[in-house]
């Protein structure tokens, strides 16, 4: 099984920047997708981003198009989410992710905390 640890949280001012990193314990170039989710308190786990393997990217929340990038470094094991432009409705957990297969999603990470001020 393939671990993902995430890193590059912090807490930024409104239209501030952050770019999130995500490092796989093992190859992801086989890997279906990488994703990145975000959790507020008392809410479910949404997807902000997708990208896969092809490099086919699929923002899935309206908010952050044209504000968040996310890419993949296959050679690194790396997927990252460059967050600019951000609002204090970002704040929150985000959590990368992987899909094997086109089936969904079978592993988050342990999160990492944004937080941004108004």
């Known amino acids: 099984q393939v671990r993902l640890v995430e890193s590059g949280g912090g807490e930024v001012q409104s239209g501030g920047s952050l770019r999130l990193s995500c490092v796989a314990s093992g190859s992801i170039a086989n890997i279906f997708k990488l994703g990145w989710y975000r959790q507020t308190p008392g809410n479910q786990r949404e997807l902000v981003a997708e990208?896969?393997?092809?490099?086919?990217?699929?923002y899935k929340v309206a908010s952050v198009k044209g504000r968040f990038t996310i890419s993949r470094d296959n050679a690194k094991n790396m997927v990252f989410l460059q967050m600019n432009d951000l609002k204090p409705e970002d704040t929150a957990v985000y959590y990368c992710?992987?899909?094997?297969?086109?089936?969904?999603?079978?592993?988050w990470g342990q999160g990492t905390q944004v937080t941004v001020s108004s």
């Open positions: 992710a992987k899909s094997p297969t086109k089936y969904g999603y079978d592993y």
């Open positions: 990208i896969t393997n092809d490099g086919v990217t699929n």
